[in-house]
């Protein structure tokens, strides 16, 4: 269903462009193909991550500490930088309740450093006071 709808569009996209400017059929299945192959590896990545996640969590004595450790190493090695704090990096967070002048991270922003964007954004909570407050909510002790 979802290649019909891609390839219906990509038909009137094809269409609306002048003859000479249209790309030949050859070219076409070559680029549909560059990008099966690139949807499958990517695919192929995505699981490898997930099947190391899953034995990281299930190794004997882990706690949950040390797998958010083993999880944000994970995260390093793929290029996701994990920001905890909005210290000089406050367009990474959104102010989602409370009222103050202090903060409370409730989420860390996550940013692809291949790409500079923004994975997700963090999450704050203002806090009454002045200071920020550099805590995140559901850390270990």
Do not use: H, W
């Amino acid at each position: 269903m979802l290649l019909s709808r891609f390839t219906e569009r990509a038909t009137e996209l094809m269409a609306a462009l002048p003859e000479e400017a249209r790309p030949t059929q050859a070219a076409v299945t070559a680029a549909m193909r560059q990008a099966v192959l690139e949807a499958f590896r990517s695919r192929e990545e995505y699981v490898a991550r997930m099947v190391e996640v899953d034995l990281l969590a299930g190794a004997p004595k882990q706690n949950a500490s040390s797998l958010r450790k083993g999880i944000r190493a994970a995260l390093l090695d793929q290029g996701v930088r994990c920001v905890d704090s909005p210290d000089g990096e406050n367009e990474l967070f959104v102010v989602v309740e409370g009222e103050g002048e202090a903060f409370e991270v409730l989420r860390p922003a996550y940013m692809d450093q291949a790409t500079g964007k923004l994975v997700l954004s963090g999450q704050l909570r203002r806090l009454p006071g002045t200071q920020k407050g550099d805590q995140a909510a559901g850390e270990d002790s």
